[in-house]
């Protein structure tokens, strides 16, 4: 019955620029979407619908030997149920329940720099380890993503230019591997941030 049910996922459901649409990727598409409009409403329910859609693309990427991203989704599900509890129960150093904030440069400097070393060991892992045929442009949204999660749980301003950076580097990961309704959904993540962005500045 799994094995049916699989085959249905990846049956295509349309074609786009030569490539087979999947209906896997057609709900993760619907599901992600609809979780950065809660994102940008600050609205709890994006954290449910993000732990869904990561599991999807967990196994779609998958299935498309992107196996930094498909470890990646495995990680956003988790980071979903503990941006939920952050969302609801976080507090901040001093006490507070979280709002949405600012980390400002001084913040940044760690995380970044965390980040940009772990892009190439993640990229030399993947090449030495497993078959992935794109594994530098794999590691990079893979790792920055993390920092994006991070800021996005704890309701800091900055993952919205975070996510701007992840997105377009994602578009051309994509791309790359054809699939073209992922290419569109993270290519509308753009200018979605960038209204997010605008938003949490006013709150």
Same mark, same amino acid.
């Given at each position: 019955?799994?094995?049916?049910?699989?085959?249905?996922?990846?049956?295509?459901?349309?074609?786009?620029?030569?490539?087979?649409?999947?209906?896997?990727?057609?709900?993760? $598409?619907?599901? /992600?979407?609809?979780?950065?409009?809660?994102?940008?409403?600050?609205?709890?329910?994006?954290?449910?619908?993000?732990?869904?859609?990561?599991?999807?693309?967990?196994?779609? $990427?998958?299935?498309?030997?992107?196996?930094?991203?498909?470890?990646?989704?495995?990680?956003?599900?988790?980071?979903?149920?503990?941006?939920?509890?952050?969302?609801? $129960? &976080?507090?901040?150093?001093?006490?507070?329940?979280?709002?949405?904030?600012?980390?400002?440069?001084?913040?940044?400097?760690?995380?970044?720099?965390?980040?940009?070393?772990?892009?190439?060991?993640?990229?030399?892992?993947?090449?030495? $380890?497993?078959?992935?045929?794109?594994?530098?442009?794999?590691?990079?949204?893979?790792?920055? /993503?993390?920092? &994006?999660?991070?800021?996005?749980?704890?309701?800091?301003?900055?993952?919205?230019?975070?996510?701007?950076?992840?997105?377009?580097?994602?578009?051309?990961?994509?791309?790359?591997?054809?699939?073209?309704?992922?290419?569109?959904?993270?290519?509308?993540?753009?200018?979605? /941030?960038?209204? &997010?962005?605008?938003?949490?500045?006013?709150?």
């Amino acid at each position: 019955m799994l094995m049916t049910l699989w085959s249905a996922l990846l049956a295509p459901a349309f074609t786009a620029f030569g490539s087979p649409i999947t209906w896997l990727e057609l709900a993760a $598409f619907v599901l /992600s979407v609809w979780m950065v409009v809660c994102n940008m409403r600050v609205h709890p329910l994006a954290w449910p619908l993000a732990f869904i859609a990561s599991l999807l693309y967990f196994a779609l $990427f998958l299935d498309g030997k992107l196996y930094g991203e498909a470890g990646l989704q495995l990680v956003f599900a988790a980071l979903a149920l503990w941006g939920a509890w952050q969302w609801r $129960f &976080g507090r901040t150093s001093s006490g507070e329940l979280l709002t949405v904030r600012r980390l400002g440069l001084r913040g940044l400097i760690a995380p970044t720099a965390f980040t940009l070393g772990a892009w190439p060991l993640l990229g030399l892992f993947l090449a030495r $380890f497993t078959d992935s045929p794109l594994p530098y442009w794999d590691a990079f949204p893979t790792v920055a /993503s993390l920092l &994006g999660q991070w800021l996005l749980a704890r309701k800091y301003e900055e993952n919205w230019p975070t996510w701007i950076v992840v997105n377009t580097v994602s578009v051309v990961l994509f791309g790359l591997k054809g699939y073209w309704l992922t290419v569109v959904l993270y290519a509308a993540f753009i200018p979605m /941030s960038v209204l &997010g962005w605008r938003a949490w500045r006013r709150a």
